[in-house]
């Protein structure tokens, strides 16, 4: 991989020698340069570059005349136009290397840039800005980049990574992520990259926001994705797009963990191991009766999990439907309100807590010989802050994140992962 390292700051020139990008916002006099220094003129006038000058220019979207070799850049953050219109507009140039880079907001974008690459024969680099864009920038063989880009300091683009990081991962590192629609409040990227650096894998989990999982298939194929975690709220509307279920998927009916085994994609469920991992020493005797409140995906891992683990479930929520659903591919009790006091086992798999308020579905008069878990993992929610003051025994939501994650680790790199070094970046 060939980075060349960008800085956004006189002060964080640190004289390493290769590919360097200079802009002229940032510098007041130009260190020493050679054929592998690319300077960016960021508005300023072409004068300021010395006369001797061997490397680029980037004059940004002007194609102004001038005697040094260029780049001539387009960049779009609002959005990324069609493989064609990206064609098109890096084209119209007749500059030594033409560079594109465009704000990427879903894995329809990743596909049109792929596809772009495909179809430009000039010299080119083609980029996508943002959370997922970042894969762009650690696949330049993929996509037939001249060079790719690392900042030295501080990012000088959103999605940018270090030069130091990218020079280390290269172009065959194995790229693993999650994908949801807002995922500011993710937990899995510490978590995964801990473990990731404790098993000295050459390998990064990445975030993909997207609003929708359109062309998530030929992403992950076309940039070489081993895996993907998968959250609200595409769990289920990516069942479509796998060749193959595990049996687990199947039964859940939700998809959290993909892999990509050589092009070939396989949907699994990782979340019942999760809840049984947050369980394994807690669990009651075989005959234990646990509610399950809430009708989603999580609930229905929930449900897996306590029968895998000899339970009498009941199911509980206001979607008459949903709830009737799981009810019936189950085979447990569904009800659109329980009473907490008729179960040894409470577990809340609603939003609540989360980013949203409301009433459970259950009567909750609890006692101190139940047992609480909440699947909201990141704050103490209403049903958590009732146990502490009843003294029930309370299971945290950031095991069954670290039991779900540590079995999603084992599929992607056939190892497992270290549960202490997720724990630890956690917590």
Same mark, same amino acid.
């Given at each position: ?20 990008? /200079? ?56 959005? &990324? ?97 999650? &994908? ?40 992950? =194929? ?60 807690? =669990? ?92 909201? /993992? ?23 994140? =670290? ?25």
């Amino acid at each position: 991989m060939r980075v060349c390292a960008t800085y956004r700051s006189s002060k964080d020139d640190d004289g390493r020698k290769g590919c360097r990008e /200079y802009r002229l916002d940032a510098f007041d006099t130009l260190p020493e340069t050679d054929d592998e220094t690319v300077i960016t003129l960021c508005g300023k006038d072409i004068s300021l570059v010395p006369n001797d000058f061997t490397g680029l220019v980037d004059v940004g979207d002007y194609d102004i005349p001038c005697g040094f070799k260029k780049i001539v850049s387009h960049h779009d953050f609002e959005g &990324t136009p069609s493989s064609e219109e990206i064609v098109s507009i890096l084209n119209s140039n007749g500059a030594e290397v033409t560079k594109g880079a465009f704000s990427v907001n879903s894995f329809m974008d990743l596909v049109s840039i792929l596809e772009a690459s495909k179809t430009l024969s000039r010299r080119h680099v083609l980029l996508g800005m943002g959370e997922t864009g970042t894969v762009t920038r650690l696949r330049q063989r993929i996509l037939g980049n001249e060079f790719t880009f690392g900042y030295v300091g501080e990012p000088t683009a959103p999605g940018q990574l270090s030069a130091d990081d990218m020079e280390a991962l290269g172009d065959d590192c194995s790229i693993v992520g999650i &994908t949801g629609n807002l995922l500011g409040h993710t937990r899995s990227p510490a978590m995964q990259n801990a473990a990731i650096m404790t098993a000295g894998l050459n390998a990064i989990y990445l975030k993909f926001p997207s609003a929708d999982v359109d062309g998530l298939r030929e992403a992950m =194929i076309g940039y070489d994705i081993r895996g993907m975690n998968v959250t609200i709220p595409h769990k289920s509307s990516v069942i479509e797009q796998m060749d193959s279920l595990s049996k687990t998927a199947e039964s859940i009916g939700a998809v959290n963990t993909i892999i990509n085994e050589n092009g070939k994609l396989i949907g699994d469920n990782t979340d019942s191991k999760g809840v049984i991992f947050a369980f394994r020493d807690n =669990i009651p005797d075989v005959g234990s009766k646990a509610l399950i409140m809430g009708s989603g995906g999580a609930a229905r891992a929930a449900a897996h999990a306590m029968l895998e683990m000899g339970c009498e479930v009941t199911v509980s929520g206001r979607n008459k439907e949903t709830v009737s659903a799981i009810a019936k591919e189950f085979s447990v009790t569904g009800v659109s309100k329980a009473d907490a006091m008729d179960h040894d086992i409470i577990i809340n798999c609603t939003p609540i807590g989360m980013e949203s308020t409301g009433t459970y579905p259950a009567e909750l008069s609890l006692k101190n010989d139940h047992i609480v878990f909440d699947a909201v /993992y990141n704050r103490i929610t209403p049903l958590v802050e009732q146990a502490q003051r009843t003294g029930c025994t309370i299971l945290k939501g950031l095991d069954m994140l =670290i039991g779900q994650g540590a079995e999603s680790f084992r599929l992607w790199f056939e190892t497992d992962a270290s549960t202490d070094a997720m724990r630890k970046v956690l917590e």
